[in-house]
């Protein structure tokens, strides 16, 4: 079965570091979403992509947040500098466009 | 603002049925629903279209009502596998594929 890749799996850093979290969609999938999932807030969308054009990146703090597509196997979602409310599951999902979502199995994220 | 579903916990034997209830506070285009077992992604089971539709898959099915803006999802004849966090995502009109995921629904299935 095609899958969503993301890696790295777990990430543990400190606080002020750059965190890089990278997703390579299903083949073929033309949409890419990033969504972060708390125990307060739930699964909140940061930012999705279309044919590589960011299309709506509303959720995402601006100031320390950037997500983009290098190319059509790659996503990747930055933060730089994080903080310890930047711990999370941040999940990447692809699929065609108006069609299911696809989640990977996500970036544990933990922020010291 | 995000649907809020109820009930936020449900424990059930092997066997019963459920109903899960996803209410948006803003007009529904669509609903997704997805199931999470924890420390896993969320897997798609279906999505409902305005238009208030019905689908089935297997024993689970859900239904769209766009007047009372509410979806509901059916669990019938529970296995021990059903068990997981169940989301609802909402989107408000066509075009928009943002989804808006609702409070969540935990449903554990005891033998």
């Known amino acids: 079965d095609a899958r969503v890749t993301q890696t790295p799996r777990h990430k543990v850093t400190e606080m002020g570091q750059e965190v890089t979290m990278r997703c390579q969609p299903i083949l073929g999938h033309n949409t890419v979403f990033w969504y972060r999932q708390t125990m307060m807030q739930g699964l909140e969308l940061l930012a999705y992509f279309r044919n590589r054009a960011p299309l709506d990146d509303s959720g995402m703090p601006k100031d320390r947040f950037s997500a983009e597509m290098p190319d059509a196997t790659l996503a990747t979602l930055k933060i730089q500098p994080s903080e310890p409310r930047d711990s999370a599951v941040y999940f990447c999902?692809?699929?065609?466009?108006?069609?299911?979502?696809?989640f990977g199995d996500g970036t544990r994220l933990s922020i010291l | 603002q995000q649907p809020v579903q109820s009930p936020q916990a449900v424990i059930l034997r092997e066997g019963e049925d459920a109903v899960i209830n996803c209410s948006s506070s803003?007009?529904?285009?669509?609903v997704h629903w997805y199931r999470q077992k924890h420390g896993e992604a969320p897997v798609f089971l279906m999505i409902?279209?305005?238009?208030?539709e019905q689908k089935g898959h297997e024993k689970i099915s859900a239904s769209f009502n766009e007047k009372k803006q509410q979806s509901s999802l059916y669990l019938t004849a529970s296995q021990l596998s059903y068990s997981g966090t169940y989301f609802c995502?909402?989107?408000?009109?066509?075009?928009?594929?943002?989804?808006?995921f609702g409070t969540g629904t935990r449903l554990t299935i005891i033998p």
């Open positions: 803003k007009a529904l285009y669509s």
């Open positions: 995502g909402a989107t408000s009109n066509f075009g928009n594929e943002k989804l808006t």
């Open positions: 409902l279209l305005k238009g208030g």
């Open positions: 999902a692809s699929g065609l466009e108006y069609q299911p979502q696809h």
